[in-house]
């Protein structure tokens, strides 16, 4: 009885996987053409200071598939990176941010505005990374200054030395540094004051327990504690409620990021939001 169950596990597992691997397939040959059908495009979500300012935005990757409706990043990004075609992604990202980034220059309510944007670590990796990141900036007459590349601790423990090097030049063109879904992978301290870094990100998963779980709470001021130590901002992201946010103002953490401030918007919408003065809750 158990091995004809076995058995019988064995093939549903065997079925399902077969599913799961087409669909994957799937999704990989039409995410390679939703470039040209111009199927993607970037949302936007603010980022606050204390205050409640806006300081500008973080830019998410959304795609809108003809079936599938709007696919997270957290579905397609991961099979980007399997089969490679990442860094023609990630170089898609690049151009559509900077492009925003220069039209923002001279629209009332963003000129003042700083664009985060997600980069994989394959694409750090590339040898091309750099000059692709210079080239995209000049090709728009984007500000660097006001460009941030989130990069995440996973992609740092290989090859640090590149890493910084690459990491080095950038910043000497003004481009900014920030450590996204800080505090759930495994950098050594001394390894972080290594890396030009201008900013620390707080992993929603700690903003969210924080009320609830000390461990949780202790790991947010450390956060805040090791950037005030390295003389880095830190920003909190995932901020849902005014309990959370006036948790991490106590703590001394200074910017936010989260559905209190603003869901991740198409462009239109965040910009007029912007010239509005964003609505913030209080
Ligand atoms: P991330 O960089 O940590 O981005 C934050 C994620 O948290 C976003 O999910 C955002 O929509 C979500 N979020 C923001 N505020 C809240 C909140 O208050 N509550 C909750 N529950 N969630 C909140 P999203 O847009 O689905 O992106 C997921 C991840 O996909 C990103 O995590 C990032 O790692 C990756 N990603 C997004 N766009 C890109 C991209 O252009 N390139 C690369 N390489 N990765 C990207
Ligand atoms: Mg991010
Ligand atoms: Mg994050
Ligand atoms: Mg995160």
Known sequence: QAKSQGKNTFRFYDAELQAV???RAALESELRQAIARQQLQLHFQPQVDDSGQLLGAEALLRWQHPDRGLVAPGVFIPVAEQCGFVLELGSWVLDAA???LASWATLPGC?????SVNVSALQ????????DVLKTIQRHGADPRRLTLELTESLLAENVEDTIAKMQAL????VGFSLDDFGTGYSSLNYLRRLPLEELKIDRSFVNDM??????????????ALGQTFGLQVIAEGVETPEQRDALLRIGCKRFQGYLFGRPTDQASFERQARQGVAVAS
């Open 21 to 23: 691997l087409a669909t």
């Open 171 to 174: 910043r000497d063109a003004g």
């Open 98 to 100: 900077c492009r925003t």
């Open 111 to 115: 000129q003042a505005l700083n664009l």
């Open 124 to 131: 750090l990796r590339d040898p091309q990374f750099v000059t």
């Open 211 to 224: 009320l609830g779980d000390p461990n949780s709470a202790v790991i947010a001021r450390t956060v805040v």
